[in-house]
């Protein structure tokens, strides 16, 4: 091997075998946690916010709130449901003759 070429391949091996994979696992990284990827002089490729996406994330806000106070009370009623099945018969049958004794 002639003396040029072994003084460029380790320049050359260096940036392929570390740098390369490195830029790739921080590149896919800022995929998967949703940072905005960058040009050279460090302007953000995405997200463009516009009034469109903003009134999206409010809908979606919003339809959260919905959604937890549904499931708060869908498991208020599983709680009664289960309370009432793992009862026992003696107790459920004492307090249904209650409330017949103050319905009459």
Known sequence: MSGFAE??????AFPTIFIAPAWVIVTRMKIKNGYP?????????????????EERVRLVTQENAQLRA????VKDRLAT???IVTDGAFRL?????????QVN
């Open 7 to 12: 003084a460029i391949v380790p320049l050359v």
């Open 37 to 53: 990827l960058g040009t050279r002089w460090g302007e953000p490729i995405y997200p463009h916010s516009s009034d469109v996406a």
């Open 70 to 73: 549904e499931l708060g009370a």
């Open 81 to 83: 449901i289960e309370r």
């Open 93 to 101: 049958d004492r307090e249904i003759e209650t409330l017949r004794g």
